[in-house]
């Protein structure tokens, strides 16, 4: 089970708490919504968060969005 300090956005300094509280608190449902949004910016820049991930490992916005929905964030 992935931590919710576990850093997915790197290069925005995002763990999966950051952006699921971003998910929640914008009601965001799709993965384009999250991208473009603008109260807090991620999956813009190297973008390796958006697909495997940026250590290779999968770990990414896709999968703390599929998290959110289906309440399934992990406890701290």
């Known amino acids: 089970m992935v931590k919710l300090d ?11 708490r ?3 509280t ?6 965001f449902t799709t ?5 473009e949004n603008e109260d807090c910016p991620m ?9 495997e991930g940026f250590n290779n490992d999968g770990l990414n916005i896709p999968m ?3 998290m959110v ?3 399934r964030l992990p406890k701290d």
């Open 6 to 16: 576990t850093e997915i956005c790197v290069c925005n300094g995002l763990s999966v």
């Open 18 to 20: 950051d952006i699921a």
């Open 22 to 27: 971003c998910i929640q608190r914008n009601n």
């Open 31 to 35: 993965l384009d919504e999250i991208l």
């Open 43 to 51: 999956g813009n820049k190297c973008e390796s968060c958006v697909d």
């Open 64 to 66: 703390v969005l599929s």
């Open 69 to 71: 929905k289906n309440n």
